[in-house]
């Protein structure tokens, strides 16, 4: 009987550290696991702009420009408008890619681009949220 009275159990502190411990590893896959389902379900929208043509015209100002794309999102994306250093010059242009697709979209300028100077494209979807943006120097000749 007294063998049995000598042998300690662990203490309280120990036994809560430890449960502490499991219960902290467990909430981390748990929220790991979660995370990648989201992400599944969730997809992404991105268009990447691959090429800019800043296209002359002879004897009329130069205000074309050439947008080639790329959809490197997962969720087919549809281009509703585009901006130009801030300013819309594509209002409705509605190209629609899906994943991995490559189009084209020609924008006209109010004005004759400038050579030299540089210029921000900023592509929206429907719901105002940007899919893309890039900036091109335009060729100095």
Same mark, same amino acid.
């Given at each position: 009987?007294? @063998?049995? %009275?000598?042998?300690?159990?662990? !203490? &309280?502190?120990v036994?809560?550290? @430890?449960?502490?411990?499991?219960?902290?590893?467990? !909430?981390?896959?748990?929220?790991?696991?979660?995370?990648?389902?989201?992400?599944?379900?969730?997809?992404?929208?991105?268009?990447?702009?691959?090429?800019? =043509?800043?296209?002359? !015209?002879?004897?009329?100002?130069?205000?074309?420009?050439?947008?080639?794309? %790329?959809? =490197?999102g997962?969720?087919?994306?549809? @281009?509703?408008?585009?901006?130009?250093?801030? @300013?819309?010059?594509?209002?409705?242009?509605?190209?629609?890619?899906? &994943?991995?697709?490559?189009?084209?979209?020609?924008?006209?300028?109010? =004005?004759?681009?400038? &050579?030299?100077? &540089?210029?921000?494209?900023?592509?929206?979807?429907?719901?105002?949220?940007?899919?893309?943006?890039?900036?091109?120097?335009?060729?100095?000749?």
């Open positions: 009987m007294k @063998i049995l %009275k000598s042998r300690k159990a662990l !203490s &309280p502190v036994a809560s550290i @430890i449960l502490i411990a499991v219960t902290v590893a467990v !909430s981390i896959a748990v929220a790991a696991w979660m995370g990648a389902l989201t992400v599944g379900f969730m997809g992404s929208s991105s268009i990447t702009i691959t090429k800019v =043509s800043f296209v002359k !015209s002879d004897g009329n100002p130069s205000q074309n420009i050439d947008l080639s794309l %790329k959809n =490197s997962t969720k087919t994306v549809t @281009i509703v408008t585009v901006k130009v250093n801030g @300013i819309e010059v594509a209002k409705n242009a509605t190209l629609t890619l899906n &994943p991995g697709d490559t189009g084209a979209l020609r924008l006209t300028l109010a =004005s004759a681009w400038v &050579p030299g100077n &540089p210029y921000k494209f900023d592509l929206y979807d429907g719901s105002g949220q940007i899919l893309g943006s890039y900036e091109e120097r335009a060729p100095n000749t």
